[in-house]
């Protein structure tokens, strides 16, 4: 809080005119441009809501990034009675569009740095009638994020809900968005930062979310955690936890995207913070905690000396999701006939893998089908054949969201061997 001074500060962004941001250096390079990736001036639908996108910056395939935060807001709307949206960068609007009319929010502020949207987000968000007053349904400014944040937080205009849909690895907005949050509520985070999760910019990561990260297997699952990590890191600063709702990565970009719940109250043992290990030798992830340091081996080697691992973090180690939850925004999803039809099998089968992989038994990270072949110098046998055998074995075992040809389970990868050449037999001898 201490880079702006009140005497700085223009009026709140929820009543004063909007105004350029500052100019900012970093903002700059988001100024539209076409890419392969952006949608221009087109007519888009998205779950039966039209709505264009001019220049602005939209993709398409983050509807299920958007499918996944309104039925995250409506569950808190129906249980809290109320849901004030934060929308930090809203690009043309969708977004906020839809937490009002899907979500039923009852005040939605849509902010994008860029003024040169303000035509095309207005204009989408004309769908809901604005109203006055304080039945004011929403509100559209163009400040920098972390200038709307911090300025909600210093008028104490707190938000049920904060989705902040950055690029990169930017931490920047963390911790004026939990401080502008209202009590146990919703913070919805971004990465895109691919290199980083995949332990290519190690510097980086330390930088963003103080986690140094090197190249690991399940890489992707280890971007999720790296934010997260970061979110717990800057909650605990300001005497708070998180609780992760879900966590969703999409290879589209990529990217992360976590929804977590903002609660009073330090996490004093730090259980779900600390490092996860993978040993090349053997291929085995495992986690461990701040009371391991210095004693992170693996135990695989047959020499007497452990062999060295590599080691990420700190990061978070918990629990991806919360499967009360997700059990509920599938309830929800149903209801709204969002699923149990061909358009829904996508967001079905995410949401179903999210509540297998919530399997309290199943630990870290997960075994790429292919690694696990390469190392036993035989086919793959099918993911199907390999799960249900490993369940008969006594094993949890589910699919991972994250990466399509993997499982997670808690059998180590040199027992996945042993079943997996086992199955090969058994399947040669059928041939023969
Ligand atoms: C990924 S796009 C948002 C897409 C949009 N949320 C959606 O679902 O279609 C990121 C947006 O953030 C805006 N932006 C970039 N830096 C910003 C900043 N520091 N403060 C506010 N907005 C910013 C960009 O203009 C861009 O529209
Ligand atoms: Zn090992």
């Known amino acids: 809080m201490s880079i702006l001074t009140p005497k700085a500060l223009s009026p709140s962004p929820c009543l004063g005119k909007p105004r350029n941001p500052i100019p900012n250096p970093k903002f700059r390079s988001f100024k539209p441009h076409v890419t392969q990736f952006h949608c221009t001036c087109e007519r888009q639908t ?134 502008a949050l209202r009590l146990n509520g919703l913070l919805y985070l971004t990465s895109t930062d691919g290199y980083s999760s995949g332990g290519h910019r190690p510097h980086c990561s330390l930088a963003a979310y103080g986690a140094y990260i090197r190249p690991m297997p399940c890489s992707n699952e280890i971007g999720l955690r790296m934010l997260i990590g970061g979110a717990v890191r800057e909650a605990s600063l300001l005497g708070y936890h998180v609780t992760p709702l879900f966590s969703y990565y999409s290879y589209h970009g990529p990217v992360f995207r976590v929804m977590l719940q903002v609660n009073r109250g330090k996490e004093h043992e730090n259980r779900h913070y600390g490092f ?94 292919d690694e696990m072949a390469s190392r036993a110098k035989i086919n793959s046998p099918s993911l199907k054949t390999m799960m249900s055998t490993l369940l008969k074995e006594g094993y949890a075992v589910s699919r991972s969201h994250i990466a399509s040809n993997a499982i997670k389970t808690n059998c180590t990868m040199k027992e996945c061997i042993r079943i997996a050449k086992e199955i090969q037999g058994a399947q040669n001898l059928d041939v023969k």
């Not at 939850?325 to 149903?334: G, P, R, S, T």
């Open 46 to 179: 998205e779950r039966g809501i039209e709505f264009d996108t001019g220049e602005s910056f939209f993709r398409h395939e983050s509807a299920t990034g958007r499918d996944l935060g309104v039925l995250a807001a409506a569950l808190y709307r129906q249980s809290k009675g109320s849901l004030r949206v934060l929308d930090a960068m809203c690009g043309c609007g969708i977004r906020s569009c839809r937490y009002l009319l899907e979500a039923k929010a009852d005040f939605v502020l849509a902010n994008d740095a860029n003024d040169e949207y303000r035509g095309i987000i207005v204009g989408n968000l004309k769908k809901v009638e604005r109203g006055f007053g304080d039945t004011r349904r929403w509100v559209v400014s163009h400040f920098d994020a972390n200038r709307v944040l911090t300025e909600c937080y210093l008028q104490r205009d707190f938000f049920d809900l904060i989705d902040i849909d950055s690029f990169g690895s930017d931490s920047l907005f963390l911790r004026s968005a939990m401080s």
């Open 276 to 369: 996860i290990s993978y040993c090349s030798q053997c291929g085995n992830t495992r986690s461990f905690s701040w009371e391991e340091l210095g004693q992170i081996s693996c135990s695989c080697s047959s020499n007497k000396d452990c062999s060295p691992v590599t080691v990420s973090g700190p990061l978070w180690k918990g629990p991806l999701h919360n499967a009360a939850f997700i059990a509920e925004m599938l309830n929800l999803a149903e209801q709204w006939g969002w699923i149990g039809n061909s358009t829904g099998a996508d967001l079905d089968k995410l949401l179903k893998r999210m509540l297998d992989e919530s399997d309290p038994r199943l630990p870290v990270g997960y075994i790429k089908m």
